[in-house]
């Protein structure tokens, strides 16, 4: 369908491929951090997101590797890695 | 241990021409790449525009796999619930050499590697570079995997963030000032569908840009290329417009209104999204470079910054592929003194400086600061499709002259605030 999809169904149709480990996190203590913040407007994929506590929490599936939060965010806030070699989204089409 | 003459880190478009050109000339050259094949992690809104870069590689271009060339170019200024949209289709574009191409990268750096392959350059993928090998100051290799791998040069290829030259201390990790994000959708359409639509003959193919509400305001804007069988479909946003807010939007959001815009939804209709992509972008021009050498170690393409908008082009892959090439002549002239620090590797800039790139990076030097104007994306698309609502207007009563219609909307004050946006854009 052209219509719009939700970002889940979007993702869904990447190719991922597993990694053995998260390749982004958010440090530790950084989880109120203003600037992690940011990253629930600029992430493409929608893979941050603000909790009751206010909090920021993230997800790694479906990340599309762009490199929009470690650019928003900062390294201060993020461990910003690519994926190890053969991990991770594998675009089809790009 | 093993040791190549060149280990170029990534294969895009910068790292395979470098591998190109250096294994034409006979050089061993060890391409890195972390994805699963060449393009697997690369994203285009799509198109390449050929003519700049034609000459540095006259064997490729007859069977390149690219998609359709632009014959028809639009721009629209986007306002809420109505837009004014200016076509430009010309002779010029249909007549051979065709200036530009949509282009898809995993198909595209693909085959590119192949030819690279065919060349002799060595490409080893699933291989993530995690470091440089440093020694006396001078970069000497990289790790990758567990594994080291030595080389005379280095050429970090390894895109708009390049972690490779971070680590070697070329650059520091980027401002969202001087960076975009890009995303899109990959929705196919039959051939004949997507010629019927956008008015194309064969190969023709159209390219679309939206800007003002697209992105509610801020800075930058919708795109929409044909390719042979799908639509790129995106959208273009700075990230420091995106963090401040005002208003606030979350990026996903913008492409899901856009795809929604009855300009767009007409276009995409019956077609079928099979991927969904996003890259950041360099927009930060001349400015915010990264160092584009150091002792035993080049920075091309994306890696560098090499990518310019000047709101009618947009253009990054023909500056990667270009700035590969002369990266590999720059490796090729230092070679004759058998030395590969910064000293022998500074010819590279010199290169760059007297081809298209960087003329055309000093030309378009203010670009970032003029584009970097709310009153583009917001008062101009308002005004001009304004105007154009109520000359189109016929309502119960008696119609308004055309003259006074205008002049309302373009006040004294208004037309002092064009005055100075013009002063801005005549930097372009």
């Known amino acids: ?15 991922f491929k597993h990694d053995s480990e998260p390749h982004i996190r958010i440090k530790a203590g950084m989880e109120k951090d203003p600037r992690l913040k940011k990253a629930v407007l600029v992430c493409p994929a929608g893979l941050y997101s603000l909790n009751d506590a206010g909090e920021v929490e993230f997800t790694i599936d479906g990340c599309l590797e762009c490199g929009t939060c470690r650019v928003a965010c900062g390294t201060e806030v993020l461990e910003w890695n690519y994926p190890t070699g053969g991990a991770g989204v594998q675009f089809r089409f790009g | 241990m093993e040791k190549f003459d060149v280990i170029v880190v990534g294969a895009g478009l910068a790292g395979l021409a470098a591998a190109y050109t250096l294994a034409q000339e006979g050089l061993e050259v060890l ?26 590689f006259p064997d490729l271009w007859k069977k390149a796999p690219l998609e359709r060339f632009i014959a028809h170019e639009e721009v629209a200024l986007m306002a809420k619930g109505k837009s004014l949209t200016v076509r430009y289709s010309g002779e010029d574009l249909r007549q051979e050499p065709y200036q530009s191409y949509s282009i898809l990268r995993a198909k595209f750096d693909r085959w590119l590697a192949k030819q690279a392959e065919r060349k002799g350059a060595m490409l ?21 995997g567990g594994d080291e791998l030595r080389a005379d040069v280095v ?3 390894d895109g708009v963030l390049s972690l490779v030259a971070e680590k070697a201390g070329l650059r520091k990790p980027g401002k969202p000032y001087d960076f975009a994000v890009g995303f ?3 929705i196919e359409l039959d051939s004949a569908v997507i010629e019927d639509r956008f ?13 003002g509400e697209v992105t509610r305001g801020k800075f930058g804007g919708g795109f929409l290329y044909t390719n042979k069988e799908s639509l790129s479909l995106g959208i273009v946003v700075g990230i420091k417009d995106l963090m401040d807010g005002q208003p606030e939007v979350q990026a996903p959001a913008l492409l899901d209104d856009f795809k929604l815009r009855p300009e767009v939804a007409s276009l995409i209709r019956g077609g079928q999204t099979v991927e969904y ?15 584009l050498y150091g002792n035993g170690i080049l920075v091309a393409g994306d890696a560098a910054g090499f990518s310019m908008n000047i709101g009618v082009t947009v253009r990054g892959m023909e500056y990667a592929m270009a700035s590969g090439y002369y990266a590999a002549q720059a490796v090729l002239k230092a070679r004759e003194t058998g030395q590969y620090g910064a000293n022998q590797l500074s010819v590279y800039e010199l290169l760059l400086n007297d081809s298209f790139v960087m003329k055309d990076f000093q030309s378009f030097k203010d670009a970032p600061v003029a584009l970097d104007n709310p009153r583009l994306f917001t008062v101009y698309p308002e005004l001009a499709t304004t105007i154009m609502s109520e000359l189109y207007a016929v309502g119960a009563g008696p119609k308004n002259r055309i003259y006074p219609t205008i002049r309302k909307h373009i006040t004294i004050r208004q037309l002092w605030d064009m005055l100075g946006d013009f002063r801005k854009v005549r930097k372009l």
Do not use: W
């Not at chain 1, 369908?1 to 190719?15: I, T, W, Y």
């Not at chain 2, 570079?129 to 970069?139: K, L, R, T, W």
């Not at chain 2, 003959?201 to 840009?209: I, K, P």
């Not at chain 2, 992509?277 to 160092?291: D, R, T």
């Open chain 2, 199 to 211: 008015g194309l003959e064969g190969d023709e193919g159209a390219a679309r840009l939206f800007m």
């Open chain 2, 31 to 56: 391409v890195l790449e972390r994805g699963d094949y060449a393009g697997a992690k690369n994203v285009t809104g799509g198109r390449i525009y050929l003519n700049p870069i034609r000459d540095l």
């Open chain 2, 184 to 186: 899109k959708e990959i």
């Open chain 2, 277 to 291: 992509s996003a890259h950041v972008i360099p927009e930060g021009g001349l400015k915010s470079f990264s160092k």
């Open chain 2, 124 to 144: 080893v993928t699933k291989s993530r570079v995690d470091d440089v090998i440093m020694e006396n100051g001078q970069v000497v290799g990289v790790r990758a």
């Open chain 2, 155 to 157: 050429i970090a290829c």
């Open chain 1, 1 to 15: 369908m052209s219509e719009v999809l939700g970002l889940k169904a979007k993702l869904g149709l990447d190719v």
